[in-house]
Nanobody, 122 residues
Framework: QEHPVESGGGLVQAGGSLRLSCAAS????????MGWFRQAPGKEREIVAT????????YYADSVRGRFTISRDNAKDTVYLQMNSLKPEDTAVYYC???????????????WGQGTQVTVSS
């Protein structure tokens, strides 16, 4: 089973940028769909961005499209989330998840990281 580990969270000012990394130790990482999710206080966990196993298909939530970019480096067993033009409403715990099947199907994600806190100050 994959065990993603997120890193790169922190405190940034509105308008700033941050890059999150997610490393997975599984030997078959390259076969997994990967996704970034987030959960803000009092809110349900929501999709941020997902990417298929080859990295040629991506999905973004409307709230982050144009600002965030998901990518993966299968040689390094790592997926990234580049976050630009950050807004206070982006403040949340960001989770990396892995799964099999179409990357756009939320129920496919069943291997979750611990999360990394992203705080955007105004």
């Amino acid at each position: 089973q994959e065990h993603p580990v997120e890193s790169g969270g922190g405190l940034v000012q509105a308008g700033g940028s941050l890059r999150l990394s997610c490393a997975a130790s599984g030997r078959t990482f390259s076969l997994y769909s990967m996704g970034w999710f987030r959960q803000a206080p009092g809110k349900e966990r929501e999709i941020v961005a997902t990417i298929n196993w080859t990295g040629d298909s991506r999905y973004y939530a409307d709230s982050v499209r144009g600002r965030f970019t998901i990518s993966r480096d299968n040689a390094k067993d790592t997926v990234y989330l580049q976050m630009n033009s950050l807004k206070p409403e982006d403040t949340a715990v960001y989770y990396c998840a892995a799964g099999h099947g179409p990357h756009t199907v939320v129920s496919n994600y069943d291997h979750w990281g611990q999360g990394t806190q992203v705080t955007v100050s105004s």
